[in-house]
């Protein structure tokens, strides 16, 4: 809720500061999609604020009914780290590993068990002698996997939200 409302009120002290600011396009990554909505009038900062401690609350629960990590695997080539995260689960039994977001070239994301983020962690470091960042531990909420219920919990509340917004306009 913290980025939500500080990009909120960076917006707010640049329209008291006098500034025109009324975006002919906005996207957000995220949690900046909630900034994103709200500063472009589909979304109120109270429906925006709501929501965004929904998905906190239910990103926790997913994370606690499916640990896992995720790590940022730089400096390798996309396919590289593919093959990896192939590799890993051939070996591994039942682990689950999947590529979560490429950041930038160079740059990729895995997440998923714990073990398997680990495995593909020493594979990537084997592959090159690049680094490698480990970026949460025991939190499943940003890949999705096996939380389906959540997700669609908190898809159906957005929903509703916008929808509302959209109405009162």
């Given at each position: ?136 531990q025991d939190f499943e909420g940003c890949s999705g996997r096996k939380s389906g ?21």
């Open positions: 809720a913290a980025i939500f409302v500080t990009s909120m009120a960076t917006l707010q002290a640049l329209r008291s500061a006098g500034y025109d600011v009324i975006p002919k396009y906005v996207a957000g990554h995220s949690l900046g999609e909630y900034s994103a909505y709200a500063a472009a009038g589909a979304l109120s900062f109270e429906d925006g604020l709501r929501l965004v401690r929904e998905r906190g609350r239910l990103m926790k629960k997913a994370g606690e009914l499916n640990p896992g990590s995720m790590a940022a695997i730089i400096k390798l080539e996309d396919e590289v780290v593919a093959k990896i995260c192939e590799d890993v689960i051939v070996e591994g039994d039942g682990l689950v590993l999947q590529l979560a977001n490429y950041n930038s070239p160079g740059q990729v994301v895995i997440s998923g068990h714990s073990a398997a983020v680990d495995r593909a962690i020493e594979l990537a470091q084997a592959a090159r002698e690049r680094t490698v960042r480990d970026l949460v219920s959540v997700v669609e919990g908190f898809r159906k509340r957005r929903c509703e939200s916008l929808t509302r917004c959209q109405a009162e306009s």
